[in-house]
């Protein structure tokens, strides 16, 4: 069964730090990109980063850069959010998923995204 699934989302302060992480199973891991998107409350949904097979990386959010980093290990089939210097506007639930293929697009390619996990959610509030 093909599955995306993010954990390690919860409730933490403005300045802290998180770390989710996205377990992929069901299908050939190293053929595809992974994205991290996040929507809030209230707002579109957001691209936040990619990262290819090859650990090439792009990054789509202004609001991010600097304070989140995107990793991934290609045994474990797994990909990783580091997200530092929480803020409020960071409160969001955040989403992994899957696009074919072995480069990142130069824009977030919502559509184009094969598999989407069912979120995890975030929150920074003290």
């Known amino acids: 069964q093909l599955k995306l699934v993010e954990s390690g989302g919860g409730l933490v302060q403005p300045g802290g730090s998180l770390r989710l992480s996205c377990a992929a199973s069901?299908?050939?891991?190293?053929?595809?990109?992974i994205d991290w998107f996040r929507q809030a409350p209230g707002k579109e949904r957001e691209g936040l980063l990619c990262i290819t097979r090859w650990h090439d990386r792009a990054e789509y959010a202004d609001s991010v850069k600097g304070r989140f980093t995107i990793s991934r290990d290609n045994v474990e089939n797994m990909v990783y959010l580091q997200m530092n210097s929480l803020k409020d506007e960071d409160t969001a639930v955040y989403y992994c998923?899957?696009?074919?293929?072995?480069?990142?697009?130069?824009?977030?390619?919502?559509?184009?995204?094969?598999?989407w996990g069912k979120g995890t959610l975030v929150t920074v509030s003290s």
């Open positions: 069901g299908f050939t891991f190293n053929n595809y990109a």
């Open positions: 998923a899957a696009q074919f293929g072995t480069t990142c697009p130069q824009e977030p390619n919502y559509d184009g995204m094969d598999y």
